[in-house]
């Protein structure tokens, strides 16, 4: 029989990877001006990272079984952070793609962008620390 469970794991590094090393980029591009494939990069990290992040939200909540007592708990802050993650990424991603069509990529709004981009790389962070802290600690398959 074919299990879905195993979609939420296969899923959930995806952002983390990509919206770390986006902001990584983004950042470096502030101290390396003349290297403009930085920004670039950290641009299409942060688009490709937020529909993985979809997904991985998505799988969570479609495909992972309920939790009791401790481990219900850090499945609700799990939960909390994906969803505060989710909403500063798309959040992002929308600011980040209205400065690139309005060619405004130099105004003082990519400063806002770049505080958005690391806040969702700190929550995507303890997202991926409190779902580890389940599968680890609680031995619990998301």
């Not at 591009?29 to 003349?34: N, P, R, T, V």
């Not at 708990?73 to 929308?94: P, Q, W, Y």
């Not at 962070?125 to 802290?133: M, P, V």
């Amino acid at each position: 029989m074919f299990s879905t469970s195993h979609f939420h794991p296969m899923l959930v590094h995806f952002p983390i990877a990509l919206v770390v090393f986006g902001f990584l980029a983004d950042s470096a591009s502030l101290f390396f001006k003349k290297e403009a494939c930085l920004t670039k990069t950290g641009f299409y990290l942060l688009i490709i990272g937020t529909l993985s992040a979809v997904a991985a939200w998505l799988t969570g909540v479609l495909f992972t079984s309920e939790m009791a007592g401790i481990a219900g708990e850090v499945k609700e802050t799990h939960e909390m952070f994906a969803v505060i993650t989710l909403g500063l990424l798309i959040v992002t991603s929308l600011l980040r793609i209205y400065l690139k069509a309005k060619n405004k990529e130099n105004s003082g709004l990519k400063w806002l962008a770049l505080l958005l981009y690391g806040m969702a790389t700190v929550s995507v962070s303890l997202t991926g620390f409190y779902g580890g802290n389940l599968v680890y600690n609680y031995m619990m398959p998301l």
